[in-house]
């Protein structure tokens, strides 16, 4: 469950990361049925200002770098690609990784996590422009440049500024659930879920009057349909080949595994909200069976749908 997230922060930190952080984490939404989090902004030096990438701009940190342990999430915002990070940040992240901490780096953050050793062999994403030296400097990293973040269990990292939205609403749908995602957005008057996808940097950018967007809302509202690659294309009038490299291309995924992920995330907000038996909320969502449901929410989401639904049912949901 999340409680805590600890948000450490050094010279020149970039505060439209560190605010997207804050907004999503650190506001007091009780008021909206949101759980309040402890929100911890750390530092080596508690109480001094710290210079952000804003000349004439500081944060001053309440907490030590201390209190990263302990903490459910430790989330670390962008800031400048440098040589060197402070040493005793890197090993207080570490230490709150290896003390179960879910690791979530914000654009460029992702440096610092390499830096402390904690992206060898594993997947993760950054800001497109600096992908190169990323490699470079982190070669034995897992680096998917072309998706607005990456899940890899305990370590989330994601592409450049707002993709930290994404990000941060990602985990918060994977441990709170999607009605108190859905009410974070809506303050937020951002997409709660946007799949994860939408390629930072595309070579041929998809123009604007032949988005798939009404295509993605017309099948997410027919979700018990069964949809097949050549029905979706000539609803969209293009060839199979051109409708699934477009696809690719807007929403960073494939039509199936789209398609997979909204029936999951349908099944998630019918667990949470409805008091439909498993066989129901299968065929609701288009999957036909349990069996086959409980396979796909398992592999997406990680745990049974009855897990799930212990957890994250919305209370008097069963009254």
């Excluded at 508690?46 to 804003?54: N, Y």
């Excluded at 989330?156 to 441990?175: F, K, N, Y």
């Excluded at 994250?312 to 949901?317: N, P, S, V, Y």
Aim: with cysteine; aromatic share 6%.
């Amino acid at each position: 469950m999340l409680r805590t997230v600890a948000v450490p922060v050094m010279h020149a930190v970039a505060p439209f990361e560190l605010g997207v952080l804050c907004e999503v984490f650190g506001v007091d939404r009780s008021r909206d049925g949101v759980p309040r989090l402890d929100f911890r902004v750390c530092g080596e030096r508690p109480g001094q200002p710290v210079p952000t990438t804003i000349a004439g701009m500081r944060v001053v940190p309440e907490h030590g770098l201390d209190d990263l342990l302990g903490a459910d999430v430790v989330a670390v915002p962008a800031g400048d690609v440098r040589d060197a990070y402070p040493p005793e940040l890197l090993a207080a992240l570490r230490a709150a990784h290896e003390r179960g901490a879910t690791l979530l780096s914000v654009c460029t953050g992702a440096f610092i996590l390499g830096a402390a050793g904690l992206l060898d062999g594993r997947r993760c994403t950054t800001h497109w422009y600096h992908a190169a030296a990323f490699r470079s400097r982190f070669p034995t990293a897992d680096l998917d440049p072309d998706v607005l973040f990456v899940d890899d269990g305990d370590i989330i990292s994601s592409a450049g500024t707002a993709a930290g939205i994404d990000a941060c609403l990602h985990l918060v749908r994977r441990e709170l659930g999607s009605t108190v995602t859905t009410k974070i957005a809506r303050r937020m008057v951002v997409p709660p879920q946007r799949d994860g996808g939408q390629r930072q940097f595309v070579d041929l950018p998809v123009p604007a009057g032949d988005s798939l967007q009404p295509l993605l809302e017309w099948v997410g509202s027919r979700l018990s349909t069964d949809h097949t690659v050549a029905d979706l294309a000539r609803r969209a009038r293009m060839s199979e080949r051109t409708f699934a490299r477009r696809f690719v291309a807007e929403t960073g995924t494939t039509p199936g595994r789209w398609l997979t992920t909204q029936r999951v995330l349908h099944a998630r907000r019918l667990l949470e909200d409805t008091r439909l038996g498993v066989d129901e909320i299968a065929r609701e969502c288009g999957f036909g069976t349990a069996a086959l449901l409980r396979h796909h929410f398992r592999r997406v989401v990680g745990v049974s749908p009855t897990d799930y639904r212990r957890t994250f049912a919305r209370r008097g949901a069963f009254a």
